[in-house]
């Protein structure tokens, strides 16, 4: 199994110790698993990782793009963590859930007034500036409140992360940062300098998501390891806070190859050492930013089968109760996942299908070229890895509602977001009474 929370027990298929089928039974269809237990290890192994090769000061922040309520802020604030948000609703969800401002870092390439506002308001840790305009409206902003704003740069290190186009962001094309090659990230520095109400602690980038090769991640960090040295020897400043981003990949199938977060971190470390130990750096603050690699493998999407669809010698269609609203990453990038038959699980998997969403257009689809043992419908269908950019990418197409999310702590199960109601529906529906 392409993770160790995953086990086939009798026929069935469990999930963090808990049989799936029951769970279904339990919770109704479709629903999002969280596995809690896995999610607070996969905290620790960054922990311990970055503090072995970046020293104690150093911490991971969790990006909370990837999956994002309430409880697993709850969670997170008792862990020597940071977190990314990238909109006032993220960092309202953050704050709702008790999470302590000061270790918020409020990221995006285009904050809005409110945002900014919001972020200052709250005492946010950092803005990570993406910008010469929003230096320049945080500096007004936290004037105006008379404080002064932390923040970080962000650049562009003019990586290219060999990942799908759609995640690749360290390149000097792109919407985000500023680019050290051209010369703009410098000129940033020295305006951020000399502005009163912001001070600039660090850098910040990110190069893209769904990487599996330490390679990248090294480039990356000797091109921000150099430029630190630059702006020590240039303008006498030095960075205290040098964050790398995140974007370490995870194992949708068994074919793809097994990840070490420790090695890869383990080399940024090395790489980082080796440029600022012998220079006149001080050793900085180091951040990650991982999103996927923390909660991907800690969710599991439950389906039942509907409609089956044979159309002799082209197609087997097994569609089922969700979809591209509640899963749209095949639909976008034609995403990778593992489907497995949870109430039927040691059958042999000898029929070829495409197994497809509710929603109505063709490109609704979870998977193709599946192998299944031939479904019926109200099988229960298990599609693997769900955790990262599935809940947080839902939308409500077809007027559909979200599925809940039921978290699973040491084999108990409960619900931390409920499922949405046809009335949550029109919640924000505004009726007038129209004359016939
Ligand atoms: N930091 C920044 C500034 C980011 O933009 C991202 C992700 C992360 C950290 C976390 O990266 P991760 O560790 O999750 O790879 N919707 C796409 C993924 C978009 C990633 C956006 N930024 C997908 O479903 O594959």
């Known amino acids: 199994m392409i993770c160790n929370n995953i086990k086939k027990e009798n026929g069935h298929?469990?999930?963090?110790?808990?049989?799936?089928?029951?769970?279904?039974?339990?919770?109704?269809?479709?629903?999002?698993?969280?596995?809690?237990?896995?999610?607070?290890?996969?905290?620790?192994?960054?922990?311990?990782?970055?503090?072995?090769?970046?020293?104690?000061k150093s911490m991971p922040l969790y990006a909370g793009k990837a999956l994002c309520f309430?409880?697993?802020?709850?969670?997170?604030?008792?862990?020597?963590?940071?977190?990314?948000?990238?909109?006032?609703?993220?960092?309202?969800t953050a704050l709702s859930g008790g999470f302590p401002a000061e270790r918020i870092y409020f990221h995006g390439n285009n904050k809005t007034d409110?945002?900014?506002?919001?972020?200052?308001?709250?005492?946010?840790?950092?803005?990570?500036?993406?910008?010469?305009?929003?230096?320049?409206?945080?500096d007004e902003i936290a004037g105006a409140q008379g404080v002064v704003q932390n923040i970080l740069v962000r650049l562009t290190p003019s990586v290219d992360a060999h990942t799908y186009e759609a995640v690749n962001t360290g390149k000097l094309d792109s919407k985000f940062g500023v680019a050290?090659?051209?010369?703009?990230?410098?000129?940033?520095?020295?305006?951020?300098?000399?502005?009163?109400?912001?001070?600039?602690?660090?850098?910040?980038?990110?190069i893209g998501s769904q990487i599996f090769d330490a390679e990248p991640f090294v480039m990356a960090t000797n091109t921000m390891a150099d430029f630190c040295i630059h702006l020590k020897n240039t303008l006498g400043y030095n960075v205290e806070i040098l964050n790398l981003g995140g974007g370490i990949g995870v194992r949708y199938l068994e074919s793809d190859p097994e990840v070490s977060i420790a090695d890869i971190v383990a080399e940024m470390g090395k790489a980082l050492h080796n440029k600022l130990d012998s220079?006149?750096?001080?050793?900085?603050?180091?951040?990650l930013e991982p999103g996927r690699s923390l909660v991907a493998d800690c969710g599991m999407t439950l389906y039942s089968v509907g409609a089956i669809k044979e159309i002799s010698g082209v197609k087997n269609y097994v569609s089922v109760n969700g979809g591209m609203a509640d899963n749209p990453r095949f639909a976008l990038y034609n995403a990778p996942?593992?489907?497995?038959?949870?109430?039927?699980?040691?059958?042999?998997?000898?029929?070829?299908?495409?197994?497809?969403?509710?929603?109505?257009?063709?490109?609704?689809?979870i998977q193709e070229n599946v192998m299944?043992?031939?479904?019926?419908?109200?099988?229960?269908?298990?599609?693997?890895?769900?955790?990262?950019?599935?809940?947080?990418?839902?939308?409500?197409?077809?007027?559909?509602?979200?599925?809940?999310?039921?978290?699973?702590?040491?084999?108990?199960?409960?619900?931390?977001?409920?499922?949405?109601?046809?009335?949550?529906?029109?919640?924000?529906?505004?009726?007038?009474?129209?004359?016939?």
């Open 13 to 56: 298929l469990h999930f963090a110790g808990l049989d799936t089928v029951e769970l279904a039974k339990s919770y109704g269809t479709p629903t999002m698993l969280f596995d809690e237990d896995r999610f607070l290890g996969n905290v620790n192994t960054y922990i311990t990782a970055m503090q072995s090769a970046f020293g104690e």
């Open 337 to 365: 996942y593992t489907v497995i038959l949870a109430n039927r699980a040691d059958e042999e998997c000898d029929y070829p299908c495409t197994v497809a969403g509710r929603c109505c257009e063709s490109g609704d689809v």
């Open 180 to 206: 050290i090659e051209t010369g703009a990230a410098e000129e940033f520095i020295k305006t951020a300098l000399s502005l009163k109400s912001v001070k600039l602690c660090g850098l910040h980038c990110h």
């Open 114 to 138: 409110d945002d900014i506002s919001f972020g200052v308001s709250v005492g946010i840790g950092y803005f990570v500036c993406d910008n010469l305009d929003e230096l320049l409206k945080i």
């Open 279 to 287: 220079s006149p750096v001080e050793f900085p603050e180091v951040r």
């Open 372 to 436: 299944l043992p031939r479904p019926v419908r109200s099988d229960i269908i298990a599609v693997l890895t769900t955790g990262a950019y599935n809940y947080s990418m839902a939308s409500h197409y077809n007027r559909l509602p979200k599925p809940p999310i039921v978290a699973i702590r040491q084999g108990k199960p409960e619900i931390v977001v409920r499922r949405e109601t046809l009335k949550d529906l029109l919640s924000c529906d505004i009726v007038l009474n129209v004359k016939e």
């Open 70 to 92: 309430t409880h697993l802020y709850r969670l997170l604030r008792e862990y020597n963590v940071g977190i990314d948000v990238v909109s006032s609703g993220e960092l309202f």
